[in-house]
């Protein structure tokens, strides 16, 4: 039989490691389409894919955020089940 493990401790650190990781990848992403130190600037049609790079990076970690809100919310409700049945076990006992 396989050991279930819902130690809430594992999934914070897991969850902190992927809020650590979107905000890297936001970062990576934080970039102009234009430069003050040059008079190069982006084509429209450049600046138009970009502008869409962002927007769906934008909704990728909005949807990761709120992923990793449910994943918490489970491991909370995973909790909350592991004491009741230790409350229980230990009645019986």
Do not use: P, W
């Not at 050991?3 to 990781?21: A, G």
């Not at 049609?45 to 769906?56: A, I, K, P, W």
């Not at 909005?62 to 909370?76: H, M, P």
């Amino acid at each position: 039989m396989v050991k279930i493990n819902s130690n809430k401790e594992v999934v914070v650190n897991f969850t902190n490691t992927l809020t650590e990781r979107q905000e890297q990848f936001m970062q990576t992403n934080a970039v102009a389409t234009t430069s003050g130190e040059t008079n190069l600037t982006a084509h429209n049609d450049m600046e138009e894919v970009f502008g869409n790079s962002l927007l769906h990076t934008d909704n990728y970690c909005s949807y990761l955020t709120y992923d990793i809100q449910n994943v918490l919310k489970i491991a909370g409700l995973f909790e909350e089940v592991d004491e009741q049945m230790k409350r229980q076990f230990e009645e019986l006992e």
